[in-house]
């Protein structure tokens, strides 16, 4: 990662404790949603920085590498955060590189005007190398160590006779003057290089060079980017394949191909503040501000991030680098006070479940039902991978009876399964989809509440006859009624019984009593009241769910019946 050339603002990360590695775990529902993938813990780091320039993984010696401008230092981590080695006294230390062999680190030394070797495992110092110019940018390719400096300067250390050039243009140099470039080496290609302009120009040339000969040559060029795309840079890599060129900063990458530099595509974010490419094709880059940082991992060949990592960064996001050849990715955070936090995440491109898409399913209907109807319901799936078979069952109400499985089968060119069942009780009917290598599994319910069957006789009347439109029993004063309610039938379940008078030219509340039904779903009992004759009254029988003894059933309402008296 190339950061900015300057001193680290932002809060100290409050302190964090847990082990080091986490294996990345989670899953997605839908195209557009990437997996989250589980941040480690930070681990606070023993040194103190006041800057960082460049950050890079030494998979050999399982470090993580870090240059320290500010205080020309180079300080190499373990994984745990402890401190292995220091390297001092290297005035503006920039950039740093691995050899092939990870037994050396080079580093960048800007005011010295020189690139120094140090021993990988203890940081001493193996020899210094004179360059052209202030270097700033280490690249390596094979037994060549291209640099870039201060000036708009670019250059090569022959590692293998210890002499550096700096290239020659032909013409005009296009970065003449401009304080730093940024560079990168194809992986597919140790001789093709690319150079562009760094941090603090809006956009600037771009352009791609032959290094097989004795000199460079320049084979493409752009003179600047579409401001659309991105601006400020602060990355330059290839990707895995070698085949495109991308290039990070504000707004986002641009994608350019790595044979023309024509621009090929472009990840919109709102700024790129680090970018590198991993060994299997996968890239991450770091989208954020001072205080939270989210990391968005980038399968190869796409532009579009399937993973995210949220860190809580209390320093912001200083560098972060892979593993090379590895699975593993190192970010560092550094606040203002010189505390930094190390997070070293285990393979967040591995073992994750391919995000699973949600099927479209439906079943109808839901609705209310007399007693004992006979129902069909109807599942619709939608579009799934491989699998297009549907289960329909029936969880009825309360825990005498078992969910049981009404149906299983294929769904029809329509995507359609349809069943029967005989509702006796509140019934929730449930379509299930087991899932696919595509497609979730998922279930849906339609709801059937289902009435009780309820009814009221009245015995003891001497006839009956219509009063209007309402058919009326009659009874002599001197009879009292008998009022049976007729319920369906279950454990402590009870009737209400409810009583209304006409009074005031509508029916009003005469009486309402619960009885306990009788195992054949039956309770009777005598109506008996004064002042009767000529009064008209009407009694039901209902069922109230949750008060009615159980909750088996729907509130139901019984049909009226109608009485009065004579003489």
Do not use: C
Not at 43 to 64: G, L, N, Q, W, Y
Not at 219 to 233: E, P, Q
Not at 251 to 261: C, N, Q
Not at 262 to 275: C, E, F, H, I, P
Request: charged share 15%; net charge positive.
């Amino acid at each position: 990662m190339k950061s900015a050339r300057a001193v680290i603002a932002a809060t100290v990360l409050a302190g964090v404790t847990g082990t080091l590695f986490y294996v990345v775990t989670g899953t997605a529902t839908a195209e557009t949603v990437p997996v989250q993938v589980t941040a480690p813990p930070a681990r606070k780091t023993t040194a103190k920085f006041t800057s960082v320039d460049r950050v890079i993984v030494d998979k050999a010696h399982r470090r993580v590498l870090v240059s320290d401008p500010s205080a020309g230092k180079v300080v190499a981590l373990n994984y745990d955060g402890t401190t292995a080695a220091t390297a001092t006294g290297l005035t503006q230390v920039n950039g740093l590189a691995l050899s092939a062999d990870s037994n050396t680190v080079y580093a960048a030394v800007r005011d010295e005007a020189s690139i120094v070797a140090l021993r990988a495992d203890t940081l001493a110092e193996i020899k210094t190398f004179p360059v052209y110019g202030s270097p700033t940018e280490l690249v390596r390719a094979g037994s060549r160590l291209w640099y870039a400096a201060r000036g708009g300067v670019f250059g090569v250390l022959d590692l293998a006779t210890g002499e550096a050039r700096a290239h020659e243009f032909e013409d005009l140099n296009p970065w003449e003057g401009m304080n730093d470039l940024l560079i990168a080496v194809s992986p597919t290609n140790p001789n093709l290089l690319a150079v562009t302009t760094g941090p603090g120009i809006t956009s600037g040339a771009i352009a791609l060079f032959d290094t097989s000969g004795t000199t460079e040559r320049q084979i493409a060029y752009r003179s600047n980017l579409n401001f659309d795309y991105v601006i400020n840079f602060r990355d330059l890599r290839f990707t895995a394949d070698g085949a495109t060129l991308m290039v990070a900063g504000e707004k986002g990458i641009a994608y350019l191909s790595a044979t023309d530099l024509a621009v090929t595509g472009n990840k919109a974010m709102n700024s790129s503040v680090a970018l590198d490419v991993a060994s299997n094709g996968w890239f991450a880059t770091a989208n954020g501000g001072p205080y939270s940082v989210s990391v968005q991992f980038v399968p190869a060949g796409s532009t579009t991030h399937t993973r995210v990592m949220e860190l809580s960064a209390g320093g912001g996001l200083s560098g972060m680098a892979w593993e090379p050849g590895g699975a593993r990715l190192a970010a560092l955070t550094v606040s203002t006070l010189g505390e930094s936090s190390l997070y070293v995440v285990e393979e967040p491109t591995k073992d994750v479940p391919a995000p699973l898409l949600t099927p479209s399913l439906t079943l109808t209907p839901s609705a209310v039902y007399a007693y004992g109807t006979t129902a069909t319901f109807t599942a619709t799936l939608g579009k799934t991978a491989t699998n297009r078979v549907v289960e329909i069952w029936a969880d009825p109400a309360g825990t005498d009876q078992p969910n049981r499985l009404l149906k299983r089968a294929t769904a029809d060119k329509a995507g359609k399964v349809s069943t029967t069942f005989k509702l006796t009780r509140t019934t929730n009917i449930v379509a299930k989809f087991t899932g696919d290598a595509g497609y979730q599994a998922r279930s849906v319910i339609a709801y059937a509440r289902t009435r009780v069957s309820a009814s009221t006789a009245l015995t003891r009347h001497y006839k009956t006859a219509k009063m209007g439109t309402l058919s009326y029993q009659y009874f002599r004063s001197s009879a009292d009624p008998l009022v049976t309610q007729t319920m369906t039938a279950a454990t402590n379940r009870k009737v209400r019984t409810t009583i209304e008078v006409w009074s005031g030219s509508k029916w009003v509340l005469w009486s309402g009593r619960d009885t306990k039904l009788s195992s054949a779903g039956k309770a009777s009992f005598t109506f008996v009241t004064g002042a009767k004759v000529g009064k008209k009254f009407r009694v039901r029988a209902d069922y109230v769910t949750g008060t009615s003894g159980d909750s088996l059933n729907y509130t139901t309402a019984g049909a009226w019946k109608y009485f009065t008296y004579t003489k």
